[in-house]
Structures are given as C-alpha cells and as structure tokens.
T-cell receptor, first 115, second 118 residues
Framework: AQKVTQAQTEISVVEKEDVTLDCVYE???????LFWYKQPPSGELVFLIR??????QNEISGRYSWNFQKSTSSFNFTITASQVVDSAVYFC????????????FGKGTRLSVIA | NAGVTQTPKFQVLKTGQSMTLQCAQD?????MYWYRQDPGMGLRLIYY???????DKGEVPNGYNVSRLNKREFSLRLESAAPSQTSVYFC?????????????????FGSGTRLTVV
C-alpha cells in the first residue's frame, strides 16, 4: 500500500528565514513518481514539481529546492529566504505508475510566513 | 485551454437532498478522479475512472456514486447528503507521462467545489 506522511502539521517562520517541509513515503513499487503541490488561501492546487524514482538528482528552482533520498524514502522541500506569498498549505503526493493511477496525498503542511 | 472544469463552485444542501457535481476536461485524458479535502486530512480519493467505461472505488466511497459519461465527463452524485459530506471536492484528470519534467505534468486539477450540508 502507498502512504505519504507529512509529519509537520503547521510551521510558522519569519520572512527571509529558510524552511524545510518534510515528506516521507511508502511504496512497494520500484518505479514511482513524487509530487509537491501548493494550495494558497484561494484554494486551487498549484503543481510545483514531479520527480521520478529513478532520478535522485536534487532540483532547484529559484528559491525552491527539493531533496530526494531513496535510502530514507524522503522527498523534502526547502524554501530559501521565505516570503509572505509562500504562505500556503503544501502537499506531497505519490503515484505508483506513469499517470493513470490516483495520486496519494499526505495530509499537508500549513506554512505561515510572518512579515 | 480550460483544463478541468467543475460545476458548481459553491453549493449548500439540506440533509437528505441529492445533487450531482459535474466535471469535464478538454485535454483528452484517459483517467479522471474525485477527491474530497477536509481540514487536516489532505485530499482523499473518493472514486476514479482509469478509462472511459470503468470506475473504481477509492479510500472514501461511501455515500457517493459516479458516472463516467464519456471520455470528457466524470460526475459525482450524492444521493442523500449528510453533514459529514461537507467538504471541498476536487476533480482531476491525468495522462501518461514518462521520463523527466517536460511540460507534461500529468495531473490537472479543477478549482474545486465547496459543499456545505446543513
């Protein structure tokens, strides 16, 4: 069975601090895909990244970076120099096939960035 | 390029009433999904349809029915609404994706339906 655990329910940081959101997953498949989504207060789900299980390279996109470690089944997300606009709920998700199976979501981490 | 369209965006029902949430996608995706989002629970799968003509239960199917009307449309029906079904409902669709990121993100979500059952 697939499972995604986001142990941090809520995090509060002061603007310009760095913050890391943790994601631990469980799957029996050797090929799988990991995702991060952002849900701002407006409610829509915004895709941030998809990572394949066979590609353990870390990813950096502007202030965002992702650390994928198969050895610990983790896919952590770091925001550098956080901004108020980063305040949102962030979801980590897993799919066990290339696009035709449901995403399994973690419960989300609510990030509040205080000015 | 509308993506995934859900209607309505908001709805208030009385206990026992029925309603259908509509979802349509214009990306020719094979798979479609219904999720519900409750505070602190993330998104939980209600039903999904891997292809036209097939539907399968997800984690929380009780109290719901679905219809994959055609490749574009996947509706969710509440036959007798209960307060426990107060939630935000998201429809999504997906297609095969392989390899790296590219422009093919795989899963596309609608903007959600906020349902309150009183």
């Amino acid at each position: 069975a697939q499972k995604v655990t986001q142990a941090q329910t809520e995090i509060s940081v002061v603007e310009k601090e760095d913050v890391t959101l943790d994601c631990v997953y469980e799957t029996r498949d050797t090929t799988y895909y990991l995702f991060w989504y952002k849900q701002p207060p407006s409610g829509e789900l915004v895709f941030l990244i998809r990572r394949n299980s066979f590609d353990e390279q870390n990813e950096i996109s502007g202030r965002y970076s992702w650390n994928f470690q198969k050895s610990t089944s983790s896919f952590n997300f770091t925001i550098t120099a956080s901004q108020v606009v980063d305040s949102a709920v962030y979801f980590c998700a897993l799919s066990e096939a290339s696009g035709n199976t449901p995403l399994v979501f973690g419960k989300g981490t609510r990030l509040s960035v205080i000015a | 390029n509308a993506g995934v369209t859900q209607t309505p965006k908001f709805q208030v029902l009385k206990t026992g009433q029925s309603m259908t949430l509509q979802c349509a996608q214009d990306m020719n995706h094979n798979s479609m999904y219904w999720y519900r989002q409750d505070p602190g629970m993330g998104l939980r799968l209600i039903y999904y349809s891997a292809s036209e003509g097939t539907t399968d239960k997800g984690e929380v199917p009780n109290g719901y029915n679905v219809s994959r009307l055609n490749k574009r449309e996947f509706s969710l029906r509440l036959e007798s609404a209960a307060p426990s079904q107060t939630s935000v409902y998201f429809c999504a669709s997906s297609e095969n994706f392989l390899g790296g990121q590219g422009y093919n993100y795989g899963y596309t979500f609608g903007s959600g339906t906020r349902l309150t059952v009183v």
